[in-house]
């Protein structure tokens, strides 16, 4: 008898932050996972963009000269590992061979300066969100977290990743799974 429980790879997907799983910085954030393995899990935050921050002054202070003003993206705070590291998180006909990690069939992720470059020549990705650092969880840590009541899981799609009102996708993330906010508890139970 086997008694390992089987993983479920949550590539691709979305995490929901309940409400009081406890870790105020992740308050009703919604992230896409970028990768989950039995090693552990990496995703961004696709909720919470960064108040001080624009894409053009990012460019400026990388010392790129933007080919043209872009002022539609946005950037974002991806999670307090490596806050001072980008990664784009984009849509899947744009890819830097090795750079480029293809998450599934509708999204990738790339890490690499060469990405911001290509978005600032206007030859990036055609959807994309910057995030500023990841959430990352080490082996068994995101199942736990989730076994605790900590997360939902929803499917992931183009307008809860690259959406404009990042004010609405917590509740609008729920409401992809039928769940009306005020339905949710702080607190867990076991049955």
């Not at 896409?32 to 053009?56: Q, R, Y």
């Not at 950037?75 to 590992?81: A, I, K, M, R, Y």
Request: glycine share 14%.
């Amino acid at each position: 008898m086997n008694t390992q429980q089987e993983t479920t790879h949550l590539d691709g997907k979305m995490l929901i932050a309940m409400p009081g799983m406890g870790d105020s910085r992740f308050d009703r954030s919604v992230i896409f996972m970028c990768a989950h393995s039995e090693t552990g899990a990496m995703g961004l935050i696709v909720n919470k963009p960064a108040e001080d921050l624009n894409f053009n002054e990012l460019l400026e202070q990388l010392e790129f000269s933007p080919g043209k003003e872009i002022s539609e993206i946005k950037v974002h705070l991806g999670g307090p590992v490596e806050n001072g590291r980008g990664f784009v998180l984009h849509s899947p006909e744009y890819g830097n061979g090795d750079s480029t990690l293809q998450v599934d069939e509708d999204f990738g992720m790339t890490a690499t300066l060469d990405i911001l470059e290509d978005i600032s020549n206007g030859e990036g990705p055609k959807d994309c969100l910057l995030a500023l650092g990841y959430a990352g969880w080490g082996p068994g840590q995101l199942e736990g977290e989730i076994q605790a009541n900590g997360w939902l899981t929803c499917e992931a799609s183009h307008d809860l990743v690259f959406g404009d009102k990042d004010a609405e996708k917590w509740t609008a993330a729920l409401a992809s799974l039928g769940i009306s906010p005020s339905f949710l508890s702080a607190t867990g139970g076991t049955a």
